[in-house]
């Protein structure tokens, strides 16, 4: 069986999607089989990161509808050999259900190593639909105080419905910016704001920005790098880069 992992945030925009496809792509790399599943209905970017957006055809909401099998609407992406997508529904009328999605990772999680569902940001419907699926959640922040506290409050939304093991992704970080705003002493008030352990720590790079708006693959080597060793802890490695 596979491992489900939800991938979330408090706020938009903080990078959550790239760091889902980012950490999907490390394992990857790793020889693992991952599978992305697209849990934003009508907001759906996981295909446009991956390049995929001109090839998809089929979605969730068609598996759900019967109009395809479910091996038709999972996509393998053009850069990875072992990671594949499966889209989320293009209109918001088809937003997944608790239920719809507890049966889809039930039925896929025999396929593939690993499996990451991309939550829609914020504590809606689709953040308890997309956490219901999972054993492990990884939330997504940026230094901004407000994206912090918001990280907090879903750290604790994850724990009221399940004994998650969470995990803390620090997106965009700076030195420079995070010396001239002066909201945090350290990285570790940082942590304690968020009252979340660790994973790693994503620098900002627009070449990154870039390669996402253009849905090609990155090109430089310090995000990967730094996604390849949020890969080792996640993976429980002690030896990491």
Do not use: W
């Not at 390049?51 to 019967?66: C, F, H, Q």
């Not at 053009?78 to 997944?96: E, M, S």
């Amino acid at each position: 069986m596979g491992i489900l992992t939800v991938v979330t945030s408090g706020k938009g925009g903080v990078g959550k999607s790239t760091v889902a496809v980012g950490l999907a792509a490390a394992l990857s790399n790793r020889g693992k089989k991952v599978l992305l599943i697209d849990a934003d209905a009508g907001l759906r970017s996981l295909d446009f990161l991956l390049g995929l957006s001109n090839k998809v055809v089929y979605d969730i909401a068609d598996i759900i509808s019967g109009n395809c099998d479910i091996v038709n609407a999972i996509y393998p992406s053009l850069y990875h050999k072992n990671l594949f997508l499966l889209p989320a529904p293009a209109d918001i009328k088809h937003k997944l259900g608790v239920g719809v999605m507890k049966q889809l990772v039930s039925l896929l999680s025999r396929y593939y190593h690993y499996i990451f569902i991309d939550c829609p940001a914020g504590i809606s419907h689709g953040f308890e639909a997309a956490m219901s699926g999972a054993e492990k959640a990884v939330v997504v922040s940026t230094l901004d105080p407000i994206c912090l506290k918001d990280a907090n409050i879903v750290m604790r939304k994850l724990q009221e419905y399940k004994n998650f093991e969470t995990k803390l992704v620090i997106n965009k970080f700076s030195k420079k910016i995070f010396r001239k705003i002066k909201a945090y002493k350290d990285l570790d008030e940082v942590i304690d704001t968020a009252s979340i352990q660790l994973l790693g720590i994503v620098p900002e790079d627009y070449q990154l920005l870039i390669a996402a708006a253009n849905g090609t693959i990155y090109p430089g080597k310090r995000v990967t790098l730094a996604f390849d060793r949020i890969a080792s802890r996640f993976l429980g490695e002690k030896n990491f880069l």
